[in-house]
């Protein structure tokens, strides 16, 4: 008996253990979806402020500008274009790290799940051996009771 029970604290303690990987693989998808939500955020600030400048240079053009000025926007717009698509790498990598973390966060949650059916199933098992125990012990003293009044009887009836 005390070897069934070893057996369930080492379940419980690996559930124990599953579990807590379970929270902290759903608190790392929480934080990976909160930088990917900055990320965007500051995707979009710099998207906007990208057409932002180039509607507010693109108004002057009957204007004339010296080639220097025309030189620097250009230089400034690429490095804003550079920025921008340095930005959707950083979402983008942040969106298959979210992928591979609810991915992770499954795997965590099945293992979970799993071990909680077979300590489940082991403590069903074990009570209904326990259930089959008694109920043996039970049979074989009424027997014995039985067996004993019949003796009686016999003796009795002598």
């Not at 124990?16 to 995707?43: P, T």
């Not at 949650?109 to 089959?132: G, I, T």
Request: charged fraction near 30%.
């Amino acid at each position: 008996m005390q070897r069934i029970m070893a057996a369930h604290k080492a379940f419980e303690v690996a559930i124990d253990l599953a579990r807590r990987q379970r929270d902290a693989a759903r608190h790392a998808l929480v934080q990976l979806r909160g930088q990917r939500g900055n990320a965007q955020m500051q995707l979009d600030q710099l998207t906007g402020y990208a057409a932002e400048t180039r509607q507010r240079w693109g108004a002057r053009e009957g204007a004339v500008l010296q080639p220097e000025v025309v030189r620097h926007q250009r230089q400034f717009l690429q490095r804003l274009e550079q920025t921008v698509e340095m930005q959707r790498g950083v979402v983008h990598e942040l969106e298959l790290r979210i992928d591979r973390a609810v991915g992770g966060l499954a795997t965590a949650e099945a293992r979970l799940m799993s071990l909680c059916h077979v300590l489940e199933r082991r403590l069903r098992d074990a009570a209904l051996r326990q259930q089959r125990l008694e109920q043996k012990e039970t049979d074989e003293l009424a027997t014995q009771r039985h067996g004993r009044g019949r003796g009686r009887q016999l003796i009795q009836g002598i």
